[in-house]
């Protein structure tokens, strides 16, 4: 699942906005979602599945493509909007993914699946101490931990970790860096064409 803030001048993106103007920030999630619909979207191994905000978003068909599901984010705060997007999956393992991960492909989908055989939650951490990715075994139901997390911060990752149930299995996928603000954006704009 694909969890996007639709596209648009002015929404979303808001640290990088402040910085480097709401051109930029719309074009960089513009292309991020078209990026990452291309990169994932046809793979077989799993089907693709969009989670959209704001609800609005997805009256507007000419912005998404027919061939993926697309489903409202719905109200709440992030981890709310998360927890609910999972358990409206179909059955079996669910991975959410962000989209502003520039150097995510399928292979680090197809790893996440693949802990997802050995473990209950599977985290991509992010560099700057949030994750990219929740993965969900969902057999039995694990629920990850979303009730007291401190989001946009570098406690995010710990938070949901720290908010799990002991016993529950956890693993670390790969370690990668969103694009929050002007430094990411800098860094990785020049290596990925934005």
Not at 38 to 50: A, C, F, P, S, T
Request: charged residues 25%; aromatic residues 8%.
């Amino acid at each position: 699942m694909l969890f996007v803030r639709e596209p648009r001048y002015g929404q979303g993106k808001r640290r990088l906005a402040r910085a480097l103007g709401d051109a930029v920030a719309a074009r960089f999630a513009y292309r991020m979602l078209h990026l990452a619909l291309r990169r994932l979207g046809r793979n077989r191994r799993w089907r693709l599945r969009l989670a959209v905000t704001p609800d609005t978003a997805c009256s507007r068909p000419r912005l998404w493509p027919r061939r993926v599901a697309l489903r409202r984010q719905g109200g709440g705060d992030l981890g709310s909007r998360m927890h609910r997007a999972i358990a409206e999956c179909p059955s079996g393992p669910v991975v959410l993914i962000g989209n502003d991960i520039p150097a995510l492909g399928p292979s680090h989908i197809a790893e996440a699946f693949r802990l997802l055989g050995r473990h209950d939650i599977v985290f991509g951490p992010a560099t700057d101490g949030g994750f990219w990715l929740v993965g969900v075994r969902r057999r039995p139901r694990p629920s990850p931990g979303f009730g007291l997390v401190r989001w946009s911060s570098e406690h995010a990752l710990a938070d949901a970790l720290a908010n799990l149930p002991t016993h529950t299995s956890t693993e670390l996928t790969a370690l990668l860096e969103d694009v929050d603000d002007a430094d990411a954006y800098r860094r990785l704009a020049p290596r990925r064409g934005f």
